[in-house]
């Protein structure tokens, strides 16, 4: 069984501005590098071809933020000219663009498309708390002009639950509903002394008091509230991963969510290809991933196609015996049809 590759996760740009606490650029930034995709790379190392047959990307860094990328607006347009149906969903913090940047952002989505903005807090004071280095002004700025501009992509809040805002999510959301955003989504996080007490420690500041808003599992939980009656795009890839994944339940291969298409093939910023994001990241427990991508799988040395077809993901690939796989994409989970379909 070959991974899918109908949704593709870019990372386009490692770059950010800000500085938040628990991301691995603060967290391992030894190995970090700044760099982004250009519209160059679209073209020529993915192909026109290729995003004619893609169903979604999803613009998310594990180390950066996609508004940095300078090309994004003209990758943007590329991608929506080729394949207009293509659902982009971009993943942002939504700091120091100008309400002239959002419009033309606006005015390239359609209704396939959503936006995330990743708010924690109700103002600069609030938000910068994990939001380091955040610009509140231009983040409200933002929205508005997005919403200005665009009235048919789907527009999402998303907020991480904290201790500094734990008592203040019905504010947020509060917030969300007078900027008309679409929907309200809430994310349990792991990344507390709680779970990870040998890597924060006793006095994490940062975690909730409340134990039910961490996720105790091994990947994140989310919590969605809907503020408006327009249909959010992507229901019927959702279906596509439900069914992909109740025919997969009684194989007797291993598999997983990069098997089904929910969580995206990944590539980053310097065009380094692999199965998902979690095994992207720049921990030490990936290293095995992040030789096998800069080596074999980088796609301004190989074709899209010698990567799709390369052995290694008919045997090696096929023992899942790397950490990010024996703990996310376990058997017992992946008969989860809410775990298996969302991103």
Not at 172 to 189: E, G, H, V
Not at 263 to 278: A, I, M, T
Request: net charge neutral; with cysteine.
């Amino acid at each position: 069984m070959n991974i899918a590759w109908d949704h593709w996760h870019i990372e386009v740009s490692s770059i950010c501005t800000l500085k938040c606490p628990r991301c691995p650029r603060a967290e391992v930034p030894e190995s970090l590098l700044n760099t982004s995709l250009n519209l160059d790379f679209f073209q020529n190392n993915i192909s026109a071809n290729v995003v004619r047959h893609m169903k979604k990307i999803t613009f998310c860094g594990n180390d950066g933020d996609p508004i940095y990328c300078k090309s994004f607006l003209e990758i943007c347009a590329w991608l929506k000219s080729v394949n207009p149906s293509l659902q982009l969903v971009i993943v942002t913090n939504g700091s120091y663009k100008s309400a002239e940047w959002w419009d033309s952002l606006g005015s390239t989505l359609n209704e396939h498309d959503e936006i995330h903005w990743s708010i924690d807090g109700w103002d600069q004071k609030s938000n910068e708390q994990y939001r380091v280095n955040c610009d509140w002004n231009s983040i409200v700025e933002g929205i508005l002009a997005f919403r200005q501009a665009n009235q048919t992509s789907y527009r999402l809040w998303a907020s991480i639950a904290f201790a500094f805002n734990e008592n203040h999510l019905q504010r947020l959301q509060d917030l969300a509903k007078l900027w008309q955003f679409d929907a309200f989504q809430l994310t349990k996080s792991t990344k507390f002394s709680l779970k990870y007490p040998e890597i924060y420690n006793s006095q994490d500041n940062l975690q909730p008091k409340n134990k039910d808003l961490i996720a105790l599992g091994d990947r994140f939980q989310r919590e969605v509230v809907e503020l408006s009656d327009k249909v959010r795009p992507g229901s019927d890839l959702k279906q596509m991963y439900k069914n992909r994944a109740k025919n997969l339940i009684t194989s007797t291969k291993a598999f997983g969510l990069c098997h089904i298409g929910a969580k995206g093939v990944f590539l980053n910023s310097r065009g380094e290809f692999y199965p998902c994001c979690w095994v992207a990241t720049r921990y030490e427990h990936n290293q095995q991933w992040q030789t096998l991508a800069k080596n074999k799988f980088n796609l301004y040395h190989n074709s899209v196609e010698s990567v799709v077809n390369d052995q290694f993901w008919q045997t090696e690939f096929m023992k899942f015996d790397t950490l990010e796989c024996r703990t996310k994409c376990t058997k017992n989970k992946l008969t989860d049809l809410e775990y298996v379909s969302e991103w």
